[in-house]
Structure formats: C-alpha cells, structure tokens
C-alpha cells in the first residue's frame, strides 16, 4: 500500500482500524450502542467548547453540507454564500435544489474572507435567513476565520453552516455562534471514510420547527434525528462499525495534546521549505495548516509528479480538482498524515520527483523541512 498523503482521505491508525473488527451486535435493538453514540456526540460537543448538540450521520462529509441545507432552507429564503473557494461556491447548489434563493458573496480566492468587508456588506444587504462558509476550502488551502465571521452575521440575526470537514482537528475551532458545524470522518480525524457530523445549535433546531414547509428529504433532514436518544430510536440503522472506529480517532485526538502545536508546526515547515526550493503557494495568506496547496511548475505536468511519487516513492499526493484542476498540487498534512517523519519522506519524494523533471531546484525541501520543524 501508498503512503496516504492526501488531504483526505487520510491515513487511518492502526488501533482505529482494529477497532472495526471486533464484533459489536445490532444497533438497532442493542440499546448500549445508543448510549455509546450519545456519550461519543457528547465528547464532539465538549470538544467545541458548546452545548449544542451534535448527531453523527451515515453517509460522507457532503451529506452534512446537505443536510444543513435541507433542513434550514424553504422556498424563497434567501441565503448568502460566502464564496472564496470551490466549497464555498457548491453552497449554492445544495441551497437552490432545496427551493432557497442563493445571493452569491464572492471575493478573492487567494486570501481569507476580510470580516470589515462582509460587515460593510451586511450594512447595505442583511435579509438572509443564514450564511454558509468554509472553514478550509480544500482544494486551495484557503483558511477563513470562521468564528470571527459568525459573529458578525450573529449580529444581524443571520445563522452560520459551516463546512469545517477539513480544518476541524487540525486548527481550533469554538463553535460559538455558529448554528450547523459539519464534519467528516476522514479528514483530520482520520477515521475511515463514511461519517460526517453534525453540531445544531438551539436556533437551528428552532428554526426548523417553525418551518411552514417540510424538509423536502428524510436522509438529510437533521429534525429526525431531534428525539434519537429520549425514544432510544434512529430514523435509520446505524453504520455501528463506523461509528465504534470513529470513536477510537476521537480518543486518539484526545490523547494528543500537543496536535493543534503540530499542525501549525508542520504546516508552516512544509510552506517555507517548498517556497525555499522554489515552488510558489496557491494563495496569497489565510493558509490552513492541514494542506499545503503549490502552483505546478510551468514545463511540467500535475500529473507526472503525482504518477512518479505514487510509482517510484510509494507515496501519494493530491492533484487539485474544478478551477484548481492541473494547477496546484496538494500534499495533506493533517491528523495522522501530521508527523515529521511521513511529511519528511513526501518531500524528500517530491524533490527527487522535481529533479527527474529538471526543475530547477533552490535548495532541499526536505532538509530544509527538517531545520525548520526542529529549529536548527
Ligand atoms: C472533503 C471535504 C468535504 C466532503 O467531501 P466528501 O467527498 O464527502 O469527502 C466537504 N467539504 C470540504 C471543504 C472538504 O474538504
């Protein structure tokens, strides 16, 4: 098998793994499961500083995004989508499919939302039942301030959904006034692939009470969930393996109390050492430190260095997809990916790559990787 340096999914360790093999018994009739999800949601609530509730889904990070919108949108509610990325622009789908009216907030795409400007925005314009916004916008990198930004919409009665699948667990995050916080298993929680999860604040679920219409879909309507552990019931059977491997990657991150350290560590190595060599980022600032997102070097192709770092070095980077595609390259460093040692030998791999390919190569990523992170 590759080394998985992806932005996602990520590599999974071993004791999550093993954790899906031990037998567990039917969710459906077993009531200890309930109990065990319920304590597993109540650990996702304290680790965002919050009260509110989180529900874990079966299906993958985009049915979190759907199910916010689903379940908050009606027909005509006009909803503003903060666009500064490929994620943040795809809000506009799941809004219109669900009757909504999309008004698009677009800004540069090499830079984090400048919170001033929305609030001058919101002055003008402020008639939106919620916003959506990404934390990370994945396939550039792009980091927003995310609480900062649902502090302002807070403030003129607007909600916040915010797609944090893949900065959650490798930068911090309160949830604060965000109203839906959506996750997925397989980015910096490195659990498999499968899961997303949901947080809902009280003003989410309210507003889906008052509702005039019903939720125009039963898989992605966050109401069935609102009575799961009083009636000891879920509106479908539960993915249990999923869920018990999940568990054990949240345990993990528990345990590991320097990680957001590691991450803003790692992830500032990796950008000053690709630029050292001579790359260039993607975006300008506001970088996440769970990806690192460079422009592919003109002569060469994406997909060479991809297909000669998987063939010859066993290692496996990301290409970049939409607007992105065959641009940038993508290396993951989040969650399990986040250890010197992996990042070393992806970069390590990268630069014999680049040479192959007669790039013309400033100095050694990957030792100067190794100065940067244990500062030397
Ligand atoms: C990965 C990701 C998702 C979820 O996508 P899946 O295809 O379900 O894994 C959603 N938002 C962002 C920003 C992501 O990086």
């Known amino acids: 098998m590759y080394k998985m340096m ?34 597993t949601c109540l650990m996702f609530s304290k680790f965002f500083n919050t009260e509110n509730e989180f529900y874990i889904l079966g299906g993958e990070g985009i049915l979190g995004l759907e199910a916010a919108c689903a379940s908050l949108t009606e027909k005509g509610d006009r909803v503003l989508v903060i666009d ?62 995310v609480e900062s930004i649902s502090n302002v919409l807070n403030n003129y009665g607007i909600m916040t959904v915010v797609d944090s699948v893949s900065a959650s667990f490798g930068e911090p995050l309160s949830m604060g006034h965000i109203d839906i916080l959506c996750l997925g298993s397989q980015k910096a929680l490195s659990a498999p692939t499968g899961l997303t999860i949901v947080g809902v604040s009280d003003r989410a679920k309210k507003s889906m009470e008052e ?46 109390k320097d990680i957001f350290e590691r991450h803003k560590k790692i992830g500032s190595a990796v950008r000053n050492s690709i630029v050292k060599g001579g790359l260039h980022l993607y975006t300008e600032s506001g970088f996440s430190n769970t990806v690192t997102v460079f422009n592919v070097p ?79």
Request: charged fraction near 25%.
């Open 6 to 39: 992806t932005p996602g999914p990520t590599q999974i360790r071993e004791n999550v793994r093993m954790s899906m093999s031990i037998e567990r018994g039917n969710p459906d009739i077993y009531e200890e499961f309930c109990e065990f999800y319920h304590e």
């Open 84 to 145: 500064n990325g490929v994620y943040g622009r795809g809000f506009e789908g799941f809004v219109s499919m669900y009757g909504g009216e999309p008004v698009l907030y677009t800004v540069d795409y090499k830079n984090p939302v400048d919170v001033n400007k929305l609030d001058d925005y919101l002055k003008k314009d402020s008639n939106f039942k919620y916003a959506t916004v990404v934390h990370c916008d994945t396939p550039s990198g792009i980091l927003n301030d």
């Open 211 to 256: 509702r005039k219409t019903p939720i125009a879909s039963f898989y992605a309507n966050l109401s069935t969930f609102k009575t799961y552990y009083r009636d000891k019931w879920f509106p479908y059977t539960m993915p249990i393996y999923d869920i018990y491997a999940l568990r054990s990657a949240l345990e993990n991150i528990l345990n590991d």
């Open 298 to 376: 003109e002569k060469i192709l994406a997909k060479e260095i991809i297909d000669i770092m998987k063939n010859k070095y066993n290692i496996l980077i990301a290409g970049s997809f939409d607007i992105m595609e065959g641009k940038v390259l993508r290396i993951g460093h989040m969650g399990e990916n986040c250890n010197v040692s992996d990042v070393f030998e992806t970069l390590k791999a990268l630069e014999n790559t680049l040479l192959q390919l007669k790039f013309d190569l400033k100095c050694s990523i990957s030792e100067n990787f190794i100065k940067e992170v244990y500062s030397i």
